[in-house]
């Protein structure tokens, strides 16, 4: 079984504050995918990182892929309200299409 | 992106009794969709993958005779948990893949209440 675990599980920040998500495997992905699901609502994909060491940019939304494709960060600089949310990653080991999800982070922004 | 809808949103049933969730790919015609569970605070399991015109796949700890997929067209997946009880009170939510990177596109999901 690939399990891939999110740290930390919960946390909760003033507005304007940076924070990182990590999601680490002892498994290797060939691609890994960042999601934000609100409340009632399906996961949103943010991004898909393949190469390994490979680091993306979504505004404020920094992606890095680790170099050995096991792990994973996000990083959100200057948090906003709206980034309130459940943060969730996903590996694609390329079998069946099948996607592992991640533990979770539920993070909290608040003024 | 695939554009993917789910029916009912919410549904509230009495224990016992079966209940079918629709998933729609609006946009696009998808050979494959997948079905996720997911518990309060928790994150998605995947429970089974629905293969259009064949039998659907499931997860180990998946009842296949309790939850029951039809993908009978490329852009409509069924999925009926039949004789349901509390402990399947859960949010379902489906998805489809598309694109080089097998990218999923989920619905809004489906929230299941057994009384």
């Known amino acids: 079984t690939q399990l891939l675990e999110q740290s930390p599980q919960f946390l909760s920040i003033q507005e304007g504050e940076n924070l990182t998500v990590y999601c680490n495997s002892s498994?290797?992905?060939?691609?890994l995918q960042w999601y934000r699901q609100e409340p009632g609502e399906g996961p949103v994909l943010l991004v898909t990182v393949v190469t390994g060491g490979e680091v993306k940019k979504l505004k404020r939304l920094t992606f890095q892929f680790g170099d050995a494709r096991k792990d994973s960060s996000l990083h959100i600089t200057a948090a906003q309200t709206g980034d309130t949310g459940l943060y969730l990653c996903?590996?694609?080991?390329?079998?069946?299409?099948?996607?592992?999800f991640g533990t979770g982070t539920r993070l909290q922004v608040t003024l | 992106g695939a554009v993917v809808s789910q029916h009912p949103s919410r549904v509230i049933c009495k224990s016992g009794t079966s209940v079918k969730i629709e998933c729609r790919s609006l946009d696009f015609q998808a050979t494959t969709m997948f079905w996720y569970r997911q518990f309060p605070k928790k994150s998605l399991m995947l429970m089974a993958t629905s293969n259009e015109g064949s039998k659907a796949t499931y997860e180990q700890g998946v009842e296949k005779d309790k939850f029951l997929i039809n993908h009978a067209s490329l852009t409509l997946s069924t999925l009926t948990v039949t004789s349901a009880h509390p402990e399947d009170s859960s949010f379902y939510i489906c998805?489809?893949?598309?694109?080089?990177?097998?990218?999923?596109?989920f619905g809004p999901g489906t929230r299941l209440t057994v009384l």
């Open positions: 998805s489809v893949t598309q694109g080089a990177e097998d990218t999923q596109y």
């Open positions: 996903a590996g694609f080991t390329g079998t069946a299409s099948k996607l592992t």
């Open positions: 498994s290797v992905f060939s691609s």
